[in-house]
C-alpha cells in the first residue's frame, strides 16, 4: 500500500446559503363575477350568495389555493467531495532517487482510500462498517436527511480490499463513480474511532466526472463540523 504524499485539511469555512422558495398560484382573489352564479340544487335554481375576494396574505374559509414550494438552494455542510486522476508505478531505484527501472501499473479496478490517520498500517484487517457507529462519530447521531446513514447504502456483493473479501456499504455518485465504506476493526467495535474508517473509491477507466470532465474517481467524506477532519490518501497497488 502506498500513501500518497500529501494531505487535505477540510475546510472549516461554512458558506450559509438561504433556503429560498417560490410561490405559485397563489393568488385567493375572486372577482364577484365568479362567485354571483346559479347553482343548480336538487333541480332547483338557487344563487350563491355574493362575497368579497380577499387578498392573497389572508385566509378564508371558503377558498382552495394551491401554493407550490421549490427549495432552490440547500449545499450540505457535512461532506467533502474529492475527484481526480490516478496511476501507478513500480520503480527500482538508488538512495539519489535515480531509476534503474521502473514498470507501469495498472491500477484501474483498485480503490484509493481516505482515512484520518497519516500513519494507517491494519491492510489485513479490514471489515464491513458499522454505519450506525460511523454516525455517532462523524455527526453525533443527529437526525438529519445527509447522515451516512443516507447516503451510504447495503453491500451490491463482495468487493476486494487489498487482500480482504468485504460485502461493504457502497453510494454511486450522480456521475456514476462507485465509493465504499470499510473498517479496520470488528464491524461490531463501539470502539471505533474516525481514524478507523477508510472511505475508498474504485478507480476506473477515464469517464465524465461531475463537471462534464474525465476522471478516474469520484470520492465522498464527511465532515465533522466541530473538529474538521484531515485526510490522508492512500493508493492501492496490485
Do not use: C
Amino acid at each position: 500500500m502506498k500513501k500518497v504524499d500529501f494531505n487535505t485539511v477540510l475546510s472549516t469555512a461554512i458558506l450559509a446559503l438561504s433556503l429560498l422558495f417560490t410561490a405559485g398560484a397563489a393568488s385567493a382573489a375572486i372577482g364577484d363575477n365568479d362567485l354571483d352564479r346559479s347553482l343548480l340544487i336538487n333541480g332547483t335554481n338557487e344563487t350563491q350568495a355574493l362575497r368579497t375576494g380577499e387578498n392573497s396574505s389572508q385566509s378564508t374559509g371558503g377558498y382552495i389555493t394551491q401554493i407550490d414550494l421549490y427549495s432552490q438552494t440547500n449545499q450540505t455542510q457535512n461532506w467533502q467531495g474529492y475527484f481526480g486522476n490516478v496511476s501507478g508505478e513500480i520503480t527500482l531505484s538508488g538512495n539519489n532517487s535515480n531509476e534503474m527501472y521502473n514498470w507501469t501499473v495498472n491500477v484501474t479496478n483498485r480503490s484509493i482510500y481516505a482515512i484520518a490517520n497519516s500513519d494507517f498500517t491494519a491492510w489485513d484487517t479490514l471489515f464491513p462498517a458499522n454505519i450506525t457507529n460511523i454516525d455517532a462519530i462523524w455527526f453525533g447521531s443527529e437526525v438529519m436527511p445527509d447522515t451516512v446513514k443516507n447516503t451510504y447504502k447495503t453491500g451490491i456483493g463482495n468487493r476486494t480490499f487489498v487482500d480482504t473479501s468485504i460485502n461493504a456499504s457502497h453510494v454511486y455518485t450522480t456521475s456514476g463513480f462507485l465509493d465504499h465504506v470499510i473498517q479496520s476493526t470488528a464491524t461490531d467495535d463501539t470502539n471505533l474511532t474516525n481514524a478507523q474508517v477508510l472511505w475508498a473509491a474504485v478507480v476506473v477507466d477515464p469517464k465524465l466526472n461531475y463537471k462534464n470532465e474525465s476522471s478516474n474517481y469520484e470520492l465522498l467524506v464527511p465532515v465533522n463540523r466541530t473538529s474538521p477532519n484531515i485526510y490522508y490518501f492512500y493508493m492501492e497497488l496490485p
